[in-house]
T-cell receptor
Framework: DAGVTQSPTHLIKTRGQQVTLRCSPK?????VSWYQQALGQGPQFIFQ???????QRGNFPDRFSGHQFPNYSSELNVNALLLGDSALYLC?????????????FGPGTRLLVL | QKEVEQDPGPLSVPEGAIVSLNCTYS??????FMWYRQYSRKGPELLMY????GNKEDGRFTAQVDKSSKYISLFIRDSQPSDSATYLC???????????FGQGTTLQVKP
């Protein structure tokens, strides 16, 4: 049973560029949430996708956007990158029927903005 | 004031010790409480999940929730070097899936 997968594992960008991160949820899961984890901090909720729509959003600017595809996979896009966007980006999947709180995380994508 | 406060540690204990990890929170609407373990350069792994107040035990791990005090704990019995990791508490208001995390406590178990 494949768990949550994310790509790429590492990424280096420069300020002002745009980045797209990808996530495939655990088999059978229908909800994808994205989190940002700065070094030494706990993850911060960015947004959640269910039925191809953004259902919840945290306190992140519009530069952060996402998408969910019919196969439940998801993308996180960040425009106009800032140095402060350097972090580990985590994707978590869950199943609505089992409760959205039971989330399983992927290994993350480590983004460095220079 | 952060919604969820967690002592970042680091916490260092000898193998076999009982470890107590704690979080306090300010939002009385939180109903779901989770503990995650995160090894270095890995994603968080769900350890324990509790709804409302009470205790839950799973092997060497026990989670406690005291909603009246807005305080949750994770106890690890007979700690092992493989338990060395960062432990994150997380909570949410309802079936929203918006998890609010603590800062994480770094635990080192010495052989």
């Amino acid at each position: 049973d494949a768990g949550v997968t994310q790509s790429p594992t590492h990424l280096i960008k420069t300020r002002g560029q745009q980045v797209t991160l990808r996530c495939s949820p655990k088999s059978g899961h229908d909800t994808v949430s994205w989190y940002q984890q700065a070094l030494g901090q706990g993850p911060q909720f960015i947004f959640q996708y269910y039925e191809e729509e953004e259902r919840q959003r945290g306190n992140f600017p519009d530069r952060f956007s996402g998408h969910q595809f019919p196969n439940y996979s998801s993308e996180l896009n960040v425009n106009a990158l800032l140095l402060g966007d350097s972090a580990l980006y985590l994707c978590a999947s869950s199943l609505v029927a089992s409760g959205r709180e039971t989330q399983y995380f992927g290994p993350g994508t480590r983004l460095l903005v220079l | 004031q952060k919604e969820v406060e967690q002592d970042p540690g680091p916490l260092s204990v000898p193998e076999g010790a009982i470890v107590s990890l704690n979080c306090t929170y300010s939002n009385s609407a939180f109903q779901y409480f989770m503990w995650y373990r995160q090894y270095s350069r890995k994603g968080p792994e769900l350890l324990m999940y509790t709804y409302s107040s009470g205790n839950k035990e799973d092997g060497r791990f026990t989670a406690q929730v005291d909603k009246s005090s807005k305080y949750i704990s994770l106890f690890i019995r007979d700690s092992q070097p493989s338990d060395s990791a960062t432990y994150l508490c997380a909570m949410s208001e309802g079936n929203t899936g918006k998890l609010i995390f603590g800062q994480g406590t770094t635990l080192q178990v010495k052989p």
